[in-house]
């Protein structure tokens, strides 16, 4: 059994790259690792290949269980500019359970540390923004202590993204800009959220490249959302106080 309940960070061929998986294969192997919850979050159209507005929308019509597990579906967003601006309309965001925004080179070339901290906060302010994509890397030098008291404000989490951290990771090297987000997370004691970031089926649910990070930062797993599927839930619906 998994030791912790859900995955909502990952990808299928809808994404256009790293994945050959369809959303019923990510959930057959969601259901062969013990999660109870798997979330679909396949990259937006400013990506190259990457989801078309229509495949959006036609999301939450999809079934919510799926070979016994609680689906969500969502989108890891592009984050365009430093005003945060978004390649996914709002009209299409606020249909879908959760909304990641994230910067990638291929889109947004990295800025300045004050430029990359405005474009993630800019981005957090939307209200259908409710997770901070792999703000570890490397490339985008961030304001940690900015962007935690925005996300407080604005109801949005950090991810450990365990993509930044595996051997072959191709965002720098992260680790010290992971253990100084779970530093803050306990020191304001705001939760946060792992991720898996699985380009298809194999590391659907795999944080074990995250489990020495957060012993060495002595975590309690009240402050990690994967815990417990129904307090990402209660977040997800504006139900849960974080902080």
Do not use: W
Not at 214 to 237: G, M
Request: charged share 20%.
């Amino acid at each position: 059994m998994n030791t912790y309940e859900l995955d909502i960070h990952t990808h299928t061929i809808a994404s256009g790259h790293g994945s050959h998986a369809t959303i019923t294969d990510m959930a057959k192997a969601a259901a062969a690792k013990g999660l109870r919850l798997l979330g679909i979050s396949d990259h937006g159209p400013a990506t190259a290949g990457g989801g078309k507005p229509s495949y959006f929308r036609g999301l939450p019509q999809t079934p919510k269980k799926r070979l016994g597990i609680e689906m969500l579906y969502g989108a890891e967003a592009n984050i365009m500019d430093n005003n945060g601006t978004l390649d996914l309309d709002d009209s299409i965001l606020k249909h879908l359970d959760y909304t990641i925004a994230s910067l990638h080179p291929a889109v947004k070339p990295p800025g300045t540390k004050a430029e990359n901290t405005k474009a993630y906060i800019a981005a957090v302010k939307n209200p259908y923004v409710q997770i901070i994509g792999h703000c570890d890397d490397s490339r985008y030098p961030v304001d940690y202590h900015a962007l935690i008291t925005a996300a407080m404000q604005y109801h949005a989490v950090f991810e450990i993204n365990a993509a930044s951290l595996r051997p072959d990771g191709y965002r720098g090297d992260t680790r010290q800009n992971n253990l100084t987000i779970v530093h803050l997370c306990k020191h304001y004691h705001y939760p946060f959220l792992l991720s898996s970031d699985s380009h298809g089926t194999a590391q659907i649910g795999d944080f074990s490249v995250i489990t020495e990070l957060l012993q060495l930062a002595d975590i309690s797993k009240e402050l990690i959302l994967n815990s417990d599927y129904s307090l990402l839930k209660k977040f997800l619906n504006s139900t849960f106080l974080l902080c």
